[in-house]
């Protein structure tokens, strides 16, 4: 169980959770984890402390503003130019090989 004076949490507790995910830890990496994962909820808890009243949330640490031009219709290519410079073409389309095999 965590240790109530600090509020860390025990090395049992590391083991037990590495048995349910079905993981096998030798005891320096459960050492290793506990100090780890207790950093961790260290910093969860002193996250959660924090006064965020009147705070809006956010998804990202920046804001992000839309950089690309609208999206208009322009003037196309010719069809015919591009057919006449593609491979293979046929029946006024861009002819490919089959996708399940056979010859084109």
Do not use: C, K
């Not at 990496?29 to 969860?44: I, K, P, S, W, Y």
């Not at 069809?79 to 293979?88: K, M, S, T």
């Amino acid at each position: 169980m965590s240790d109530p004076s600090t509020g860390r949490i025990s090395a049992d507790e590391v083991a037990a959770v590495a048995r349910l995910a079905h993981l096998r830890l030798e005891d320096d990496e459960v050492e290793r984890f506990t100090h780890q994962l207790g950093d961790v909820l260290d910093h969860a808890a002193d996250i959660e402390a924090l006064d965020l009243e009147g705070v809006e949330p956010m998804a990202r640490p920046v804001r992000v503003v839309n950089v690309l031009r609208p999206d208009e219709p322009g003037p196309a290519l010719d069809r015919d130019e591009v057919l006449a410079q593609a491979p293979a073409a046929e029946d006024g389309r861009f002819r490919v090989p089959p996708v399940l095999g056979g010859a084109p």
